[in-house]
């Protein structure tokens, strides 16, 4: 297949995933571990349910996976994920040597691997990853804008469908910006 | 109580999960979360038993925290940590909002806050902690040196009293460097 075509495809399953964080009011993205044309680890953002900080889409992902093999190293492995990695992505990326990443959507506000700074350029740690971004980058952030335009509260409108709880907290990540997402 | 004498305290308790992180081959790295003056999160790195390229000390004991304290934000928290973290930790850390870090030895090859880099400096993200390094530096470097020393051949000697699984994983990480602990 087409390298295009094929990191296309695989950002559509993660934008599947993405959605069905949507729907429980968690920040939409998702990502997917490749291992050839297997997926070996997939999530989306659980921060919210879980109130656990550090259930990123990717980081559950990259935990799937090393379960899955049977070991901490990647190697072999691609990320595809639907928006730009934050710092503690960026380095469990790094941690989990992982063959290459492929984003969507740019985080200004919060990437780390090229927006905000680029955490894995070559030489600054053991291991460096191809990184490729933009991929589906419009359906990627439409689904985000999406997302927080349907919590703001509108005149005359109910808030929001979700839950008193998940609003405030998601609200809270909308105004710290995605690099908390 | 003295804030010196205070972080010499929350030090040692992490000093010795460090301490039981080495007896079972994982490199010795502990950490505490402290709320008040209670421990709500303490983890040492599992990294080759869980084989979790993740599973580093200061995120498990946030996750803990986080658990403990029924929500994702940690305000009001401190995190202990022999080693200073590495990028995925320095990230963790700025998401879950700690209000301070205090970490033991440096680590010139991985650290974040300030050796390699100084990931959480004040601007650059929406919260930054209080951070401040050197706490029984000497003691926190000590146990890593004893270890990785333990781990390597030594002619006419056996190896080394590990597993042979963990051996060849920890001779990995050494050679890696700290960053990848």
Redesign the interface.
């Known amino acids: 297949m087409d390298a295009g075509l094929r990191a296309a495809h695989w950002m559509r399953v993660a934008l599947d995933l993405a959605r069905q964080a949507a729907a429980l009011g968690e920040v939409p993205v998702g990502a997917v571990v490749v291992r050839g044309e297997s997926v070996v680890g997939a999530a989306h953002n659980w921060?919210?349910t879980w109130?656990?900080?550090?259930?990123?889409a990717e980081?559950i992902a990259?935990?799937e996976a090393?379960?899955r093999l049977?070991?901490?190293?990647?190697d072999g492995c691609e990320l595809f994920v639907t928006l730009e990695p934050?710092?503690?992505?960026?380095?469990?990326i790094?941690?989990?040597?992982l063959d290459a990443v492929f984003y969507g959507a740019p985080d200004p506000?919060?990437g780390?691997l090229a927006s905000?700074m680029a955490?894995l350029t070559p030489g600054?740690?053991?291991?460096h990853p191809e990184i490729s971004g933009g991929i589906l980058a419009d359906e990627c952030g439409m689904i985000l804008k999406d997302f927080f335009r349907g919590l703001r509260p509108r005149r005359g409108a109910s808030q929001s469908r979700l839950p008193a709880g998940a609003r405030r907290?998601v609200r809270v990540a909308e105004g710290?910006?995605l690099?908390?997402e």
Chains 1, 2 share one sequence.
């Open positions: 921060r919210e109130r656990d900080p550090t259930a990123h980081l990259i935990r090393s379960r049977g070991g901490w190293r990647l934050c710092p503690m992505c960026a380095g469990a790094v941690l989990s040597r506000k919060g780390a905000k955490l600054l740690w053991n291991h907290d710290a910006r690099e908390s």
